[in-house]
């Protein structure tokens, strides 16, 4: 039976749904993100939601709010299978390097050595940028582009290996990738406001201090301490991913190339970087995981085309030095007859004379 790309992929993604989803090596750790979730909601819903829906009694707006908060759940869950579940741009990887930037030295040899040059400049918007190969891929990464060590690919304007979503975050799914984080942090601001909005109707009811309500509600307490810590951190990541987006950086260029200014050839100014993000097409997938696997014959260097042109491969090599073995021992065999028919008739000429 044939085999799909995506039974025979080298990179260490895990594929589901006969390779229509791909996740990082991680997926694993999407459990304790849906959990991180769902069930501080569940329990947002079952103990605080459920005595607030008769605190707005005309045309039933409190059951607005569990409605809300189940929709906003369903809402980020979405985007977080957007941002896990797709390829993020992996660059498809090279069967062979690229034989067109081989170059040959002679360095006094017959034969010329190959020699494959580490990195090369290639123009983006204008500006010179320099690029690396990469050995794992065999090919020029595209500016941008980086190797994910995790997952084994090269992916498109690489910005980090996310293990909260289980996958490479890159050119195809950052802006999911941004929208979950900034959704999370909206829903915690949600049920930490109703929660205390909770607390605040029970001191009024019992005419309490806020001690006693609490005591009255410990769910709320729970809720609140937890969406306060969760806050710091989908909130100050929301807050960097917008500087990032503002300056046109990545993750990784920020932090590898924090003291130089690469990056700035990359801005189009802050209006013009939140465009490219969020109203551009998104590019489709290089790759077609379902597709039936064709194995690429590798083609010799052209080095190794021309020699044999000119010289022979190796078979043509060893009978030549057969031949050449055969010639200089048949004239060898042809010199010593000379020379002993030379021999010969100098005795003839000898004995006639003494006659």
Sequence with gaps: MEKKVYEV?????????????????????????????VVPVIIFCVFVGRHLRHQFPSYNAGYAIIVAAIVFTIYVLVLLLLTSARDPGIVPRNSHPPEEE?????????????????????????????????????????????????????????????????????????????????????????????????????????????????????????????????????GGLTGFHLYLIGSNQTTYENFRYRA??????????????????????????????????????RPPPAAARESATHDGGPEDRRVKVEDDLDIGGDLLKISQRHNIEGIESDIRSRGNDED
């Design 102 to 234: 081989f170059t040959h030295e002679t360095g006094g040899r017959q034969t010329p050595a190959l020699q494959f040059p580490r990195t090369k400049e290639v123009l983006y918007n204008g500006i010179t940028v320099r690029v690396k190969y990469c050995d794992t891929c065999m090919l020029y990464r595209p500016p941008r582009c980086s190797h994910c060590s995790i997952c084994n690919n090269c992916v498109e304007r690489f910005d980090h290996h996310c293990p909260w979503v289980g996958q490479c975050i890159g050119l195809r799914n950052y802006r999911f990738f941004f929208l979950f984080v900034s959704s999370s942090t909206l829903l915690c601001i949600y049920v930490f406001s109703m929660s205390a909005l909770y607390i605040k109707i029970l001191m009024d009811d019992y005419e309490s201090t806020v001690w006693k309500a609490m005591k009255e509600s410990p769910a709320s307490v729970v809720l609140m301490a937890y969406c306060f810590i969760s806050l710091w951190f989908v």
């Design 260 to 297: 130089d200014s690469r990056y700035s050839v990359y801005s189009r100014g802050c209006v013009n970087n939140f465009f490219e993000v969020f109203c551009t097409k998104i590019k489709p997938s290089a790759n077609n995981f379902r597709a039936p696997f064709q194995e690429v014959q």
């Design 9 to 37: 992929w080298k990179g260490r993604n895990k594929f589901f749904l006969g390779g229509r989803l791909i996740f990082g090596p991680d997926a694993k750790s999407l459990l304790a993100t849906v959990s991180l979730i």
